[in-house]
């Protein structure tokens, strides 16, 4: 079923449907069943539309608006960590560490040369 190797059957199309279908009922129950105090009745979470923040917190579909770092730091209470580059001191860290990199692989070059004359 939906493979990309194969050619797209009637029972492979049929099989889709009934899993999208299945899939969209368990999340309208959810949806229901978290959120059936909070939701206006304008949204028709069925629909598939998407809502930019402001609207889906109008609707009742979310309680605020923020980020999964805040999430995660206020409301689970626990440390969020970036492993991305960062800037330091005008440089990403990213940067400095390549630099140091190439630095000791130009002292370990530079120590072989020695060794080899």
């Known amino acids: ?27 309208l129950g ?25 609207d889906a917190k109008r609707l009742g579909l979310i309680d605020e608006i923020g980020t999964l770092e805040e999430v995660i730091r206020v409301g689970w209470n626990l440390n969020w960590y970036d492993f991305g580059p960062r800037r330091q001191s005008g440089l ?11 630095e000791a692989i130009e002292g370990v070059i530079s120590g072989a040369r020695l060794q080899i004359r």
């Open 1 to 27: 079923m939906l493979s990309p190797f194969q050619p797209v059957t009637e029972a492979a199309d049929a099989k889709a449907k009934a899993l999208i279908r299945e899939l969209g009922e368990v999340f």
């Open 92 to 102: 990403f860290v990213a940067e400095a560490m390549r630099d140091l990199i190439s």
């Open 30 to 54: 959810e949806v229901k069943r978290l959120r059936a105090d909070k939701l206006s009745g304008a949204a028709d979470v069925a629909s598939g539309e998407v809502w930019l923040g402001p």
